[in-house]
């Protein structure tokens, strides 16, 4: 098998165990904003940001370590070293991690006892399940990793139905995530017979480690931080009630990136087994084509939609989320992209341009921030991350050039069917301006971009239909 087809079938094979619990999510979003209120919504998306935050400082991404050099292990020895110090570091950071954090806790915020307490769980859990996860990776089970995500969406989803209907507040939602992250991660581990490779401390194969890991971390916690200081600052300068509205906003954008996030994981793995083939150029431009046409179809047709999803989906006191949506949606096509090109950094084991580009785009991205939320709220918080994302993907496809050169593709046509969107999205503020031409323009335009979006990407969904066709030919 091919590394294109191999890369296709790890994309599905991740897909099939999320998909169907995702759509499952957004189908349940009335529930979600029905039940719970504004204010109880964006404190437990706060904690949720501040849990990405912390995570990375904890165990310094040694996991992502863990899974890039599980790959180079060609021996158990080898990879019961790497599994081994991978955890021990881990141990030893949750350790450290929850004293320092009751402490911060108890000053910063104002907090219950056991909102504290299950703070510290829902950062353990994620923990846990992002070890585990990156294991099943490691290990290219990718088929293990797959169903380990169906049950932990099926989990999660189940329990926070009887949350929203019990109790439906932050520590609910924290209580039932942690549940399914311990629960998921420990199914993993007993499918990995994870005891058989926990051995020796290895310093010299750590400190190796840490080299490749550290760089990261500013890589990770930068993208936190374009997403934490516009919810951290908006929630100090204009309150919960302005993040819950947010942190909507970002909901449906989100969908782009959670679609991405299954090429994304197979890429990562592909993009380093790839390294040292004579015609990686090729394929990395192949692939990288086929990613951009793709990302910006699947953006477009988000924003085309929404004026039909989002009363669908959405409840009315979420309504003000609307106009800030094609704005987060761009800044996250740009983000996935940037996350393509960080897949190439990985295979070459070089993170350190990685962290270094995040890095300044979050300091800008917080500056923006400080500047503007007083004078336009909500808006700064979605042009700072923008300019942010779109810095970070510029940077990095001028350093890319130094590893490899990706042929680009020529974006005039399609930013302008982009642009003529997004004004048909925003012509329901126009003073008077009739609802229902507003709608009947909305569809015309729906209409254009699924035909233009099945255009630019008729080669690979050639492809994919063939493929299909040749599969069910030999099963029958």
């Avoid at 600052?233 to 819950?244: I, R, V």
């Avoid at 800044?331 to 070089?350: D, H, P, Q, W």
Wanted: proline residues 3%; glycine residues 4%.
């Amino acid at each position: 098998m091919n590394y294109k087809s191999q890369l296709a079938k790890n994309t599905v094979i991740i897909a099939i165990g999320k998909l169907s619990t995702q759509i499952l999510s957004y189908i349940l979003l009335p529930l979600y904003t029905a039940k719970m209120a504004v204010d109880e919504y964006g404190t437990y998306d706060f904690v949720c940001t501040i849990s990405l935050f912390l995570c990375p400082f904890i165990t310094m991404l040694m996991e992502e370590c863990m899974f890039r050099f599980l790959l180079d292990a060609d021996t158990e020895d080898k990879k019961k070293s790497v599994v081994t110090q991978t955890i021990l570091y881990t141990v030893i950071g949750t350790l450290v991690f929850i004293p320092l954090c009751l402490i911060v806790l108890n000053i910063v915020t104002d907090y219950s006892a056991g909102l504290k307490a299950m703070f510290i769980i829902f950062v353990i859990s994620n923990i846990m399940i992002t070890l585990s996860n990156s294991l099943a990776r490691g290990f290219s089970r990718i088929k293990l990793y797959s169903l380990s995500n169906f049950i932990l969406g099926i989990f999660t989803l189940i329990l926070q139905i009887i949350v929203l209907i019990v109790t439906p507040n932050a520590f609910g939602m924290l209580m039932a995530n942690s549940i399914a992250n311990i629960g998921t991660a420990l199914f993993i581990f007993f499918k990995l017979r994870l005891g058989k490779y926990i051995g020796k401390r290895d310093g010299k194969l750590m400190k190796e480690m840490l080299r490749y890991s550290m760089p990261l971390v500013p890589n990770n916690v930068s993208w936190t931080i374009i997403n934490m200081s516009d919810r951290l600052l908006l929630t100090a300068m204009m309150g919960s009630y302005a993040n819950g509205i947010y942190a909507m906003a970002n909901k449906f954008p989100n969908i782009v990136t959670v679609l991405y996030s299954y090429f994304n994981t197979a890429w990562k793995e592909s993009a380093s087994k790839i390294i040292k083939d004579e015609n990686k150029n090729k394929f990395y431009s192949q692939i990288y084509h086929d990613t951009k046409k793709m990302l910006y179809a699947v953006t477009l047709l988000l924003i085309a939609v929404m004026p039909f999803a989002f009363p669908i989906f959405v409840n009315e006191q979420y309504n003000e989320a609307f106009i800030y949506i094609p704005i987060v949606a761009v800044a996250t096509y740009y983000s996935n992209l940037s996350s393509f090109y960080g897949g190439i950094f990985v295979a070459f084991k070089n993170t350190k341009i990685m962290g270094v580009t995040t890095f300044i785009a979050a300091a800008i991205n917080l500056v923006i921030d400080l500047v503007l939320i007083q004078f336009i709220g909500i808006y700064a918080a979605c042009i700072s991350t923008l300019v942010a994302d779109v810095l970070i993907y510029y940077y990095r496809r001028y350093k890319i050039r130094d590893y490899i050169k990706l042929k680009e593709l020529k974006m005039l046509i399609p930013s302008i069917v982009l642009a003529i969107t997004i004004g048909t999205y925003y012509l329901k503020y126009i003073p008077n301006f009739s609802m229902m031409a507003y709608y009947i323009i909305s569809a015309i335009i729906l209409i254009f971009t699924i035909f233009y979006s099945i255009v630019i990407n008729k080669v690979m969904l050639g492809k994919i239909v063939t493929t299909v066709k040749n599969k069910i030919r030999k099963k029958a």
